[in-house]
């Protein structure tokens, strides 16, 4: 969600309280979950699924006891949901990070004159991490508080402290976000990889802080180190790109040895990694710049010059492709904005303060992380960079910059941005596939403690209605009955986003109930095992939108082998998208789905200019209620209402 930055008043940073994530009512939630499901799937399936939920959720019925425990559950904890979601979003997903779950963020292209001219760069970008992470230590980051859709509520900053002190560890069967408790400072260090070795950067030397120009300094010394080839160690980093269990399992023959273990040591309480890459000799555009962030191009390009379990990982290129890649467990990507935004102002407007550095000789040299292998290691070394090549060789990637309107025109046609643009990608999928699947949109829950994410379902019945309109039905509906069409799509996006962000969405409190009953260790109610519940998770289309202040872009893969990644960023003359898929899939292609959605994005305009009157008759209370935003409080949930203290 698009925030906003205020200073909160004086003496009361943070000194809110933020209410819990609601648990929904049972009834409402299966309702909704009937409906979201009814239109996506066959009719004889749905009628085995109503008959299913309404057993469930009968007076005295297992839904009931669930919804018991789940109340007595949020009643002794901050929030119920977090820990449920967190395991299920990411810990206990096997696939490998890279594109399957770590997004990137793509910085504007650099142009840099040579390699040094990358390194100052790059010592400028750490020296303004460092002054961000200092931002966070002291607690003197401004508030960010909502906008869009209900603004105005403070938003919860958890996600801003677990930037620079966590680590994703692989595990057998489920990960573990391990959470570093602040050391003392002199041991503070950033892992920098060069030529797929990784060198220790202590941040303090002889109990003083580096300067910028002392990491320039060291820059230099590790690039230089990384050249000698005599010194050279297998590429580890490959391992971290493998997938999960792989990894643990190659975690667990490393570990064996005292050297193994005490470079993986040091990697994991990085404040983060800096990934200093060689040009990759790909032609550098859009698309390519987000490859690289997301997959290193493989083991023949930057694959192995990554630690993707590190949630932060800074990359410089000598040819100018510079970026973040992050593990996503601890953050959501608006957070990940901030916080490269404030590192973007910081590059442009704060000069370098290269001034007096520390005698090269004073500074130690930085440490190269050195590893035990074996010839099994080698062969674990040699499988895991063949599964990442056959990773990189999948993705199907577009970065598309659709420059015919941007949100202006959604917002002088009092509809919202986003809500038109979801029901743009409902068309362009229909276009290509005939039908509509099931859709993720990540709705912040940040105006509620600890809050991440929950989903707006997408796919309504009013968008499959209007898509029909504009494809199957075209030549027998009038503009007028197509633009009806339109706004039962766009309020009915609208409402569904409303729910969601305040805390009543369904995919949360299903995934509660469900794993409450795994808790009471109860057999798995049949709700939970229905051919339509494990469709409503299967996300063919997953989409969200990462709006940024500064010019770069956010992007990430598909969740399903079928699917389709989908990042936007609506700005105000045009609307950039990220789309990925697999080529492997023979139900998708990036660039079909584009040329889709183009021309779905050019027809919805023909059809706004021609109904050119104003819609206010048609414009149902969702759409009024967000354009005046003032009044948006009286639509929250009473639970918001009382946020500040
Ligand atoms: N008429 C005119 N203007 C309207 C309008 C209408 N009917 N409805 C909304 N607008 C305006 C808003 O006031 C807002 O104005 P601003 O740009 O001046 O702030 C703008 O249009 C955008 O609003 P909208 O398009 O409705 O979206 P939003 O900003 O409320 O965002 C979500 C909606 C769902 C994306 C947001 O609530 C959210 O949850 N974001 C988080 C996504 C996320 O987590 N992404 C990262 C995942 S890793």
């Known amino acids: 969600m698009p925030i906003l930055e205020r200073e909160p008043p004086k003496g009361r940073r943070e000194s809110y309280v933020l209410p819990k994530v609601p648990v929904p009512p049972l009834k409402q939630t299966l309702d909704m979950y009937l409906s979201c499901m009814k239109h996506l799937v066959k009719e004889e399936q749905y009628q085995k699924t109503k008959a299913i939920v309404v057993k469930f959720g009968e007076p005295g019925g297992t839904g009931e006891l669930l919804q018991k425990k789940l109340l007595e559950r949020s009643d002794k904890t901050y929030n119920w949901v977090y820990d449920y979601w967190l395991e299920d979003m990411y810990l206990n997903q096997r696939l490998a990070l890279p594109v399957n779950s770590n997004p990137a963020m793509v910085f504007p292209k650099q142009n840099f004159k040579d390699r040094k001219d990358s390194l100052r760069f790059a010592a400028h970008l750490i020296t303004g991490v460092l002054e961000y992470k200092e931002r966070i230590d002291t607690r003197v980051l401004p508030v960010d508080f909502a906008r869009g859709q209900l603004a105005g509520t403070p938003l919860c900053m958890k996600q801003y402290y677990r930037l620079f002190n966590t680590y994703r560890l692989p595990g057998h ?179 370098s303060k290269m001034g007096r550095a520390t005698s090269v000789s004073e500074l130690p040299t930085p440490a190269r992380l050195l590893w035990k292998t074996t010839p099994h290691i080698q062969d674990l070394l040699k499988a895991s960079a063949e599964r990442l090549q056959r990773l990189v060789r999948d993705l199907d990637m577009d970065v598309h910059k659709f420059e015919v309107y941007g949100k202006e025109f959604i917002k002088k046609q009092k509809m919202s941005p986003d809500a038109y643009i979801q029901v743009a990608l409902q068309l362009a999928f229909y276009r290509c596939n005939g039908r509509l699947v099931s859709t993720y949109e990540s709705a912040s829950i940040r105006r509620f403690h600890e809050g991440r994410v929950d989903n707006i379902r997408s796919a309504t019945s009013e968008a499959l209605a209007f898509v029909k309109a504009m494809t199957d039905e075209k030549a027998s509906l009038s503009d007028s009955e197509k633009m009806k069409q339109l706004w039962d799509a766009i309020n009915a996006q609208t409402n569904y986003t409303i729910t969601a962000i305040t ?54 893969g598909p969740v399903v082998p079928n699917g389709y990644g989908c990042c936007y960023n609506p700005q105000s003359d045009h609307l950039l998208f990220s789309v990925t898929s697999f080529h492997g899939s023979t139900e998708t292609c990036s660039a079909v789905f584009i040329k889709a959605l183009d021309e779905g994005l050019v027809e919805m305009r023909d059809l706004c200019r021609k109904s050119n009157k104003p819609q206010s008759s048609a414009a149902p209370a969702a759409s009024k209620a967000v354009v005046n935003n003032q009044g948006a409080g009286s639509k929250l949930p009473s639970t918001l209402q009382k946020t500040m203290k």
């Open 503 to 556: 805390g009543l969405g369904i995919d949360n409190h299903l995934l509660g109930l469900r794993e409450i009953a795994q808790e009471l260790k109860m057999e798995r109610p049949e709700i939970f095992t229905d051919e339509t519940y494990v469709a409503s998770n299967q996300f063919i289309l997953s989409t969200s939108q990462v709006p940024t202040t500064v010019e770069m872009f956010c992007c990430y």
């Open 173 to 351: 069967k489920r990960d573990t976000l391990v959470i570093h408790k602040p050391g003392s400072i002199e041991q503070e260090h950033i892992i920098v990889a060069c030529k797929n070795q990784f060198f220790v950067l202590d941040l303090v030397v002889n109990k003083k802080k580096l300067k910028e120009m002392d990491i320039l300094t060291q820059l230099e010394k590790i690039v230089k180190m990384a050249e000698n080839s005599e010194e050279r160690q297998p590429p580890f980093g490959l391992l971290t790109s493998d997938g999960r269990t792989e990894w643990a399992q190659a975690r667990e023959v490393l570990i064996k040895d005292s050297v193994n273990r005490e470079s993986l040591a040091v990697i994991e309480k990085c404040l983060c990694v800096l990934c200093l890459d060689n040009p990759s000799g790909m032609e550098v555009g859009d698309t390519s710049r987000a490859l690289l962030m997301l997959h290193g191009g493989g083991h023949e390009k930057m694959g192995a010059n990554r630690w993707y379990d590190k949630p932060m990982q800074f990359i410089v290129g000598e040819d100018g492709v510079c970026g973040t890649v992050c593990e996503h467990s601890p953050f959501e990507g608006i957070v990940l904005v901030a916080c490269t935004e404030y590192l973007m102002k910081f590059m442009t407007g704060s000069p």
